[in-house]
């Protein structure tokens, strides 16, 4: 058998211990947060059945779902025709009834239904697992890649929304980011926009356009919409509302003036400003909350506010998202269940963080202590120690050979290890352990219980 070069997918990505403590940090801090405001964690599985998938992303989110092939000889039982046809879209149904969950919002929707009599509502949920999606990899976009959401059902107050604000902006001043957006719009705003144009038919096709301003600029938004068949008197009513500057304040008070014809519209400021008025009474750390009409975020089953949020520090794609979905339930037989939710982008916060050096320099260390072992009768001295140390909550190894100093050294510098306790003769006659820090390199003789203090104070 020929030899295989080891690789993985592009945009997929192994991770070291090192990087593993770091990820885990981001993880333990915003679940901390999540559970401070009342959020309960739970899981689904990795795969879905892919009709419980589609159509709930739009045409560009069915694109990027992983598909997974029946097992066994998947085309035996399709029409030949079809094959002959070479038509992969009318060939998925066939050939694939499952897939990897694209997010972890639709998978919850699909959890709350089978689990509706379980629970109590209204129902506050954080899930924290990886997702993916067939996209292009680029820096910040990866195809396997972890999620943190919360979401709360079965509650039409908008308090809600305002609180997930307040989340965001704890977790993420919590993790060091000092400079950061969260982007408010809303739906029914859109659909106001739509209607006024005399295109409420084509809104979804004008969302996923105008969502892409930042990306593509607004010749870019302007062509694309024309090619979704927005004529040119379209898309000079729509410029001015695209274009629209000033304080929240005032984009709302232009939005009322331009949308006073339509009640989807007017009901979709009201929203935006209840928002905002629930979060006067809370002073933010660090966030700044914009009201930015151009974001859309081409999912369809938003119906209400929608968030984004983007680091001002770094050049790098959204961190988070989200929003109101009034009846994301009703695809799988429950009707009427409102719900709303953000995610974090964990992957794409790790990176900002490792950017900016944000993370704390506790947060890469694995063992905190290494016992030296020069030879068995050490060693034997040095299990009793080993487990006392544990006992007291002290993360600890023992090297496990006999070997010479600067190789048990060496491999406390490579891990980063603060204290190395060393055991040789002297020491085990007179019970005080030589405790070397690697940070200065000054050696102390202790007894373990002095050891101990120091360790743990």
Not at 145 to 164: I, M, P, R, T
Not at 382 to 409: C, D, F, N, S, W
Request: charged content about 25%; hydrophobic content about 40%; overall charge neutral.
């Amino acid at each position: 058998m020929a030899l295989i070069k080891p690789s993985i997918p592009k945009g997929t990505r192994d991770f070291s211990p090192k990087e593993m403590v770091k990820r885990n940090y981001i993880f333990d801090t915003i679940r901390s947060v999540f559970s401070k405001f009342g959020y309960q964690e739970i899981q689904t599985p990795t795969i879905e059945n892919l009709s419980t998938l589609t159509g709930k992303y739009g045409d560009e989110g069915d694109r990027l779902i992983f598909k997974i092939l029946n097992s066994g000889d998947f085309l035996a039982k399709v029409d030949a025709q079809k094959l002959q046809a070479k038509n992969s879209d009318s060939l998925v149904s066939e050939i694939s009834e499952k897939a990897l969950r694209y997010d972890l919002t639709v998978p919850f929707a699909r959890y709350v239904v089978m689990h509706y009599h379980e629970l109590s509502f209204p129902f506050k949920r954080f899930q924290m697992q990886p997702v993916w999606r067939a996209d292009r990899p680029q820096k910040g976009r990866y195809r396997e890649f972890y999620q943190c959401d919360a979401d709360v059902v079965g509650s039409a107050s908008l308090l809600n929304e305002a609180e997930l604000v307040l989340i965001y902006d704890e977790a993420l001043t919590k993790l060091g980011l000092k400079d950061f957006t969260i982007k408010l719009n809303n739906r029914k705003i859109l659909a106001g926009i739509a209607e006024i144009i005399g295109k409420p038919n084509l809104i979804v096709d004008m969302t996923v356009a105008i969502d892409k301003l930042d990306k593509i600029g607004l010749d870019g938004v302007c062509n694309e919409l024309k090619e979704r068949g927005f004529t040119q008197t379209d898309i000079d009513q729509l410029k001015p509302v695209i274009l629209l500057r000033g304080s929240n304040a005032e984009k709302l008070v232009q939005l009322r003036s331009i949308l006073s014809t339509t009640a989807i519209g007017l009901k979709g400021i009201t929203e935006i400003e209840q928002i905002f008025s629930y979060l006067e009474y809370w002073p933010l750390e660090r966030a700044n909350v914009e009201l930015d009409i151009t974001l859309a975020r081409g999912l369809n089953y938003y119906t209400g506010a929608i968030f984004e949020v983007k680091t001002n520090e770094v050049s790098m794609g959204s961190i988070g998202g989200g929003g109101r979905y009034d009846d994301l339930t009703g695809m799988f037989g429950l009707k009427d269940l409102t719900g709303v939710g953000i995610s974090f982008g964990a992957d794409r916060i790790y990176d900002v963080m490792e950017e900016l050096g944000l993370f704390p320099q506790a947060v890469s260390q694995g063992s905190q202590v290494l016992i030296s072992n020069f030879d068995s009768r050490a060693e034997t001295y040095a299990l009793p120690l080993l487990h006392q140390l544990r006992a007291k909550g002290i993360a600890v190894e023992i090297y496990p050979t006999p070997a010479k100093l600067k190789k048990q050294m060496s491999y406390a510098n490579d891990k980063s290890i603060s204290y190395v306790i060393l055991i040789g003769q002297d020491e085990m006659q007179s019970g005080l352990l030589t405790l070397r820090d690697m940070r200065t390199g000054e050696q102390r003789k202790l007894s373990i219980e002095q050891i101990v203090a120091t360790l743990i104070y």
